[in-house]
């Protein structure tokens, strides 16, 4: 189970000798199959972080011309496996590969490869806030706000995403939010806080998480009131930028 991430800048955004050779492995067939006629299952590997498993568009013939070494012997579908750019062949499963190199065995085949899907890594990443602004807001509230932001601060955290990928980590520490929806494109959308006060107005807080890249992701969290409209004849707004990357 992932562990929360970042719970004090969760609070701010919210208020807003390898590799081994084929031959050297377990040779099973069980659990390896054809996607389709055609194409076979490729892993692409980080030791330490698993493997991504995709569909092959290309047929056992034309992957055999991409290494020096013939696929074992007595299979039909052997897995392509690419370990931090070398190339090999192996009897195992997707699953038992991905257990080989770190991963937690889950391994079920995607439509397209890692480095297409732009996916983030596992690892530790840090988080950043780097910029914040306020809108409509009645100035002791947009004080306060600002105070708890913490413009500049940064905290890591090991993150590993599930599979199949959702942006669930980010908000793993609060249980009210909602799931996240893949909007495309790398986007990922959250309603974290949607509520009415007994005083009447009402309380949102959305979260957009884009992937930058494999090792960056950009959080914008907005947090809106119009209970205090009576003040300024707006809706209150706080914004709240972030950045996550990478670092081991």
């Not at 390898?18 to 040779?27: D, F, G, H, I, K």
């Not at 991905?98 to 840090?126: H, K, M, S």
């Amino acid at each position: 189970m992932t562990k929360a991430i970042f719970p004090s800048l969760s609070v701010a955004l919210a208020l807003l000798p390898l590799p081994a050779l084929a031959q050297e492995l377990p040779r099973q067939g069980s659990g390896v199959q054809r996607t389709d006629a055609d194409g076979l299952i490729v892993a692409t590997c980080r030791q330490g972080e698993g493997c991504h498993c995709y569909q092959s568009s290309h047929s056992l013939a034309t992957l055999e011309t991409q290494t020096d070494l013939a696929p074992p012997e007595g299979l039909d579908a052997p897995i392509l496996v690419s370990l931090d750019g070398a190339l090999f062949w192996s009897g195992e499963s997707g699953h038992a590969v991905d257990l080989t190199y770190g991963g937690d065995g889950l391994c079920d085949p995607q439509i397209f490869p890692a480095g297409e899907t732009g996916l983030p890594r596992n690892g530790v990443w840090a988080m950043t806030i780097t910029d914040h602004s306020l809108s409509g807001c009645p100035d002791q509230v947009a004080s306060a706000i600002t105070g708890d932001i913490g413009l500049g601060h940064s905290e890591r955290r090991p993150i590993t995403w599930p599979r199949p990928f959702t942006m669930a980590p980010l908000t793993a520490d609060n249980p009210a939010a909602g799931p996240w929806v893949d909007q495309g494109a790398g986007v990922w959308r959250n309603e974290v806080l949607n509520a009415s006060g007994s005083m009447g107005g009402n309380a949102r807080v959305t979260m957009t998480a884009r992937v930058v890249s494999p090792t960056e992701i950009a959080v914008t969290s907005v947090f809106s009131t119009d209970a205090l409209a009576a003040l300024t004849g707006e809706t209150c707004r706080s914004t709240t930028e972030a950045r996550l990357r990478i670092a081991g």
